[in-house]
């Protein structure tokens, strides 16, 4: 099969289509003949050095596909309701710049009705890292305000649209005023142009000197002491990634006069059962709205696999709006 190498760590050049030996499922596995990969922020850093995959995941990038199933462990499939020739999407550890990959069969899900293959590659790594930093850790209930930080990256605007279809009052960031026009089109209530305007100040007078009860943070290092200040009393701050670095110094009296909760996670090297819980409450809460497009994926550009290279270029110049994806029919 043909799949995307990291020849070597560095600039988005060192992406380069190779041919590998094609990937045999396990106990517990499905092999899906890939459609369309998702490309996301991960995929950049590992390209960088700074991500190694867990033990015993692919060495190639990519955390999300998806395609048909081609084979696979056909007791754990029929235990899910899949089965070989089925349309999935699935969340991986690696593996999924390849033509072929292999996937735990309780990460991966039907495509919901009316999605491409190219739509269906944008949902797993975003909608499993949203619900699980938002709704599981964050505990975003109807009613509560949450900022978004980021509106309108991959995350962002899934986070927006979820956000919304649950109940919440959606304050988010963006770097223009395009950006925030299109994060008030997906749902948001409010956008923030945060090369312009201060954050802070905007959140407390949009909601009125209360602050935001979640936020939803991709940036960290700075950011974090001003996040603690435009949060609410019993607020939480949920941090997913570091793009402004690890250190950050906050004011710890505001945390225990706020009664504030300060947390995160990684995704990506967290047990297969914990990913399966995660999909099974996706089915069940979310791919309903997709089906109805009430939730919908926003595709801001396509690459063939060979130029893997201009996605990620693509990616860091931090000018796309929504997802972008790699496809594979023309390789």
């Known amino acids: 099969m043909q799949a995307v190498e990291i020849t070597s760590f560095?600039?988005?050049?060192?992406?380069?289509?190779v041919n590998r030996a094609m990937?045999?499922?396990?106990?517990g596995e499905l092999c899906i003949r890939v459609a369309a990969s998702?490309?996301?922020r991960p995929d950049v850093i590992q390209r960088k050095g700074s991500y190694a995959p867990p033990p015993g995941a692919s060495d190639l990038p990519g955390l999300e596909v998806a395609g048909v199933i081609v084979s696979g462990d056909?007791?754990?499939?029929?235990?899910?309701g899949l089965r070989i020739g089925d349309r999935v999407c699935a969340l991986v550890a690696g593996g999924g710049y390849a033509q072929y990959c292999v996937a735990p069969v309780a990460q991966c899900l039907p495509v919901p009705a009316g999605l491409s293959d190219e739509e269906a590659a944008c949902l797993p790594e975003t909608f499993f890292t949203?619900?699980?930093?938002?709704?599981?850790?964050g505990q975003l209930r109807a009613g509560e305000t949450i900022l978004i930080q980021g509106g309108t990256s991959g995350i962002g605007v899934t986070a927006?649209?979820?956000?919304?279809?649950?109940?919440?009052?959606v304050i988010a960031t963006a770097g223009s005023d395009e950006k925030c026009r299109a994060c008030v089109e997906l749902g948001a209530d409010h956008a923030i142009n945060y090369k312009a305007q201060d954050f802070v100040a905007e959140?407390?007078?949009i909601t009125g000197g209360k602050g935001v009860d979640v936020i939803l943070d991709m940036v960290a290092g700075s950011y974090v002491s001003r996040e603690v200040e435009s949060l609410a009393d019993d607020g939480r701050l949920v941090i997913i990634a570091v793009q402004g670095g690890l250190k950050a110094e906050f004011n710890a009296g505001l945390v225990l006069r706020k009664r504030l909760v300060i947390t995160g996670s990684t995704l990506r090297p967290r047990p297969v059962a914990f990913k399966a819980g995660i999909a099974r409450a996706l089915q069940a809460k979310v791919w309903p709205l997709l089906a109805d497009r009430r939730v919908k994926v926003l595709v801001h550009s396509r690459f063939p696999a060979a130029q893997a290279a201009q996605a990620h270029a693509?990616?860091?110049?931090n000018q796309h709006i929504g997802k972008i994806v790699l496809t594979w029919e023309d390789q």
């Open 38 to 40: 998702g490309v996301n």
């Open 10 to 17: 560095g600039e988005p050049d060192v992406l380069k289509l």
């Open 74 to 80: 056909e007791a754990a499939m029929q235990a899910q």
């Open 314 to 317: 693509l990616m860091e110049s």
């Open 23 to 27: 990937p045999v499922a396990g106990a």
């Open 160 to 169: 927006i649209q979820l956000a919304k279809a649950h109940g919440a009052i």
């Open 130 to 137: 949203v619900w699980s930093n938002v709704f599981d850790r």
């Open 203 to 205: 959140v407390k007078r």
